[in-house]
């Protein structure tokens, strides 16, 4: 999880960086009060299926947590990033990721609700070989470092 907060154009939003740095994937308008899953933080890591957040439609001010958007939705973009030079600037690559989300959908995680606390969490555990290489990579003597150090 690389980026976790307030944009005035996304409002709340979720950036995650791909393991290998390839990829970034970006979840905007999240819903007000309550935009993502009660754990998650800068720095957590995250596999396909986790539920991160939840689709609202914030955004598009300067007052943060404010609803200014008519269609409750879920704005997510994939970046490509062959070098650095792509992150920011004139040379980012951005996927329209409808037809993906399409395919994924046939593909989704069931989920269930926790009554008790209102959020929603994947039925099924997985083991992501990347995630877990990941983790202990940046686990160093029971210390959690960040992927940037």
Not at 43 to 64: C, F, L, Q
Not at 69 to 76: A, C, M
Request: net charge negative; glycine share 8%.
């Amino acid at each position: 999880m690389e980026a976790l907060g307030w944009n005035q154009y996304g409002g709340w939003r979720i950036g995650i960086r791909s393991f290998d740095g390839k990829r970034y994937y970006y979840y905007a308008h999240l819903r007000q009060n309550f935009p993502y899953a009660l754990n998650l933080e800068e720095g957590s890591v995250v596999t396909a299926g986790d539920v991160i957040g939840y689709m609202g439609h914030t955004g598009y001010s300067t007052v943060e947590n404010t609803n200014n958007i008519e269609t409750v939705h879920l704005h997510w973009g994939l970046q490509l990033i062959f070098d650095e030079s792509q992150k920011e600037g004139d040379n980012e690559i951005w996927i329209d990721c409808y037809a993906l989300t399409r395919f994924l959908y046939k593909n989704r995680s069931l989920t269930e609700k926790n009554q008790e606390t209102k959020e929603w969490f994947r039925h099924f555990q997985m083991k992501d070989p990347c995630a877990i290489a990941f983790q202990e990579q940046t686990t160093v003597s029971g210390n959690q470092l960040s992927a940037s150090q």
